[in-house]
């Protein structure tokens, strides 16, 4: 078992790169999205609100 592993170590290790690439590029999809954009900007407001 561990033979196998170590033979396949680089493909595992190339894999686990292009699955955290294609994480990052989902967030930054999801977040950079046009229907987020009031939503993102309601929340950027929050420190500047006064409290009554």
Avoid: C, K, N, Y
């Amino acid at each position: 078992m561990l033979e196998t592993l170590a033979e396949h170590q680089s493909l595992f290790s190339t894999l686990w790169v292009v699955w955290f690439f294609l994480l990052f590029i989902g967030i930054l999809v999801w977040v950079l999205r046009p229907s987020q954009r009031r939503q993102l900007e309601r929340h950027a407001d929050i420190p500047l609100r006064e409290e009554r």
